[in-house]
């Protein structure tokens, strides 16, 4: 089965620092990105950014480069997001997701069809 | 930033009604749209890609149109599994960005 796993709900201190994961199996994880998407009440869905697992390459969205740092561990195909100082407004819940993956064959598009469980994190 | 706007941000439809929801892009997205859909307490889940494409797996009362600014997601039909929130995401240019939801609720 494909599946994309998420690390635990976390709760932190303002300040402190936080590294959540996303395993992938059942797929060629060094094949597809892997993007992360934040989702509050307040503003939605958010396209944090993305990365190859083939090669590390990322990709990040302007409202959040520099906040975060997207990484992977291709031996153990986990995709990670961190975070060195975290404030109050990372409050959210955090969802892992591939980026056209297509059951494995040629993807005519890069809309994210396999999405982790979820990470919730709160700060406080 | 591209920035979808989806309307209505809320439905209130029975069992067996159809559904239309719009997603206008803020400028020309071609027919890199796509459609989610998520229930409470779970990650989003594909239906429709480039703006008309089921996704496989998805049934077949989900119907997606539309090109350029203008995008509709038609639900005919609803059945009680589709009570649910529905999302439009471009894919046309970074950064990728989503509408701010349509609730879909039972009357």
């Known amino acids: 089965e494909v599946q994309l796993v998420q690390s635990g709900a976390e709760v932190k201190k303002p300040g402190e620092s936080l590294k959540i994961s996303c395993k992938g199996s059942?797929?060629?994880?060094?094949?597809?990105?892997i993007a992360w998407v934040r989702q509050t009440p307040g503003k939605g869905l958010e396209w944090m950014g993305k990365i190859y697992p083939g090669d590390s390459e990322t990709r990040y969205s302007p409202s959040f480069e520099g906040q975060v740092t997207i990484s992977v561990d291709k031996s153990i195909s986990i995709a990670y997001l961190q975070w060195g100082s975290l404030k109050a407004s990372d409050t959210a819940m955090y969802y892992c997701?591939?980026?056209?993956?297509?059951?494995?064959?040629?993807?005519?598009?890069?809309?994210?069809?396999?999405w982790g469980q979820g990470t919730m994190v709160t700060v406080s | 930033d591209i920035q979808l706007t989806q309307s209505p941000f809320f439905v209130s439809a029975s069992v067996g009604d159809s559904v239309t929801i719009t997603c206008r892009a803020s400028?020309?997205?071609?027919?890199?749209l796509a459609w989610y859909q998520q229930k409470p307490g779970k990650a989003p889940n594909l239906l429709i890609y480039?703006?008309?494409t089921l996704q496989s797996g998805v049934p077949s009362r989900f119907s997606g149109s539309g090109s350029g600014t203008e995008f509709t997601l038609t639900i005919s039909s609803l059945q009680p599994e589709d009570f649910a929130t529905y999302y439009c995401q471009q894919l046309n240019s970074y950064p990728r960005t989503f509408g701010q939801g349509t609730k879909v609720e039972i009357k």
């Open positions: 997701a591939t980026v056209g993956y297509c059951s494995g064959e040629p993807c005519p598009h890069d809309a994210f069809d396999i």
């Open positions: 480039l703006a008309s």
């Open positions: 059942g797929y060629s994880f060094t094949s597809y990105w």
């Open positions: 400028q020309a997205i071609a027919s890199y």
